[in-house]
């Protein structure tokens, strides 16, 4: 069963997309899917996906890109481009998380991260509204991922 962990902190403004996607991800998929949340700090990230095969981080990023853009990553093999997520709130965040991980042999055999293209970081800060509708479509590419590589499905309708 992949892991799912959700990368931000809310009351910062877009950097809480990961967050919510994630949130989002587990309310669709619950109790098929496991998921957590991080701040970013790379130690807790490379604590959350210890000893787990499978996981999908989501995180919001500032690439340059429009608002609300979403970028689907494999970085099982690939580093992670740092340009992606320059200027993040985490001190050594994700990129770093990833290519330690990789340096130490403690990388998941599969990792992909969804990255949501965030405007406005600033402390206190709620979604902007690309990013608010990002949240939701990066949750539903999350989602069908899982169903359809993982073979994870939603419990039926009650």
């Known amino acids: 069963m992949p892991l799912v962990i959700g990368i931000g902190r809310e ?3 877009d950097d809480a997309a990961g967050v919510r996607a994630a949130r989002l991800v587990r309310a669709l998929l619950w109790p098929q899917v496991r998921m957590t949340e991080c701040a970013g700090e790379a130690a807790a990230v490379l604590e959350a ?21 979403i970028r689907r990553l494999d970085v099982t093999g ?5 340009a992606f997520f320059r ?16 340096s130490l042999g403690r990388l998941p055999a599969t990792l992909i ?4 293209e965030g405007r406005d970081f600033a402390p206190g800060g709620r979604l902007s509204y690309p990013v608010e509708c990002a949240v939701r479509d990066a949750a539903l590419m999350i989602s069908e991922e899982i ?5 994870v499905h939603p419990p039926p309708a009650a």
């Open 78 to 82: 690939t580093p992670l481009p740092a």
């Open 113 to 116: 991260l969804y990255g949501i």
């Open 49 to 69: 996906w210890r000893d787990e095969e499978v996981v999908v981080l989501v995180d919001a990023m500032s690439s340059g890109a429009p608002a609300g853009s």
């Open 87 to 102: 200027g993040s709130t985490h001190a050594l965040g994700l990129t770093e998380a990833v290519e330690l991980g990789r």
């Open 11 to 13: 009351g910062r403004g």
């Open 147 to 151: 169903i359809t590589r993982w073979g």
